[in-house]
């Protein structure tokens, strides 16, 4: 991690909704994975804040983005996407590499086998976060994390269930940890 997490907030927070302490654990999450081999991975992409930490953290690793880039229906939290143009115009600032999966998800992502070191699942549904997790836990590389934002939030409906599921019948006795409302889940 090139990056320090202060500069990397200075930059990222009028892109994010997950605040100054939980972008703080994000980064420390992300800190545990400095040696795993593979890209990095964001799906629910919103204002660019979450992949442009991860593109700090790794400035020489790909950051691929999953979005529609024009919202999903309306869940009570957040209904409008950002354009894809601004997400990466904040990107390219930063010299980021990228590439955007545009799309509804699974179907955008599927030619996707990039081997990963991370990916943050930050989309505040069910289907679509038990379809990433079963998408990215086989692309995950040894010492590798997935972390699932909004795992503790009442709002996204049955978010909790899906991931409580999955790991019942994938993840198995792998870490699984939570802090502030995410959870990690780690490849030994």
């Not at 009028?14 to 972008?23: A, N």
């Not at 790909?62 to 979005?67: E, G, K, S, W, Y």
Request: hydrophobic share 45%; glycine share 12%; with cysteine.
């Amino acid at each position: 991690m090139l990056s320090t997490f202060e500069h990397a907030w200075l930059l990222a927070k009028d892109h994010t909704v997950l605040g100054e302490g939980r972008s703080c654990i994000f980064w420390g999450f992300l800190g545990r994975v400095s040696n795993a081999q593979g890209d990095v991975a964001s799906l629910g992409v919103w204002r660019g804040g979450s992949a442009l930490l991860m593109g700090l953290a790794f400035p020489k690793r790909r950051v691929h983005l999953f979005d529609t880039f024009r919202g999903y229906p309306d869940n009570g939290r957040f209904g409008a996407g950002e354009p894809l143009v601004d997400t990466a115009r904040l990107l390219m600032g930063q010299e980021i590499l990228f590439t955007a999966h545009v799309g509804e998800f699974p179907s955008s992502a599927a030619n996707f086998h990039a081997p990963l070191a991370a990916a943050h699942i930050d989309c505040d549904l069910a289907e679509p976060a038990a379809a990433a997790l079963r998408l990215f836990w086989p692309l995950l590389s040894p010492g590798g994390v997935l972390i699932v934002d909004d795992y503790g939030q009442s709002d996204c409906q049955g978010l909790r269930e899906a991931v409580d599921a999955w790991c019942r019948v994938e993840a198995g006795p792998h870490l699984f940890e939570e802090n502030d409302g995410q959870v990690v889940i780690s490849r030994p």
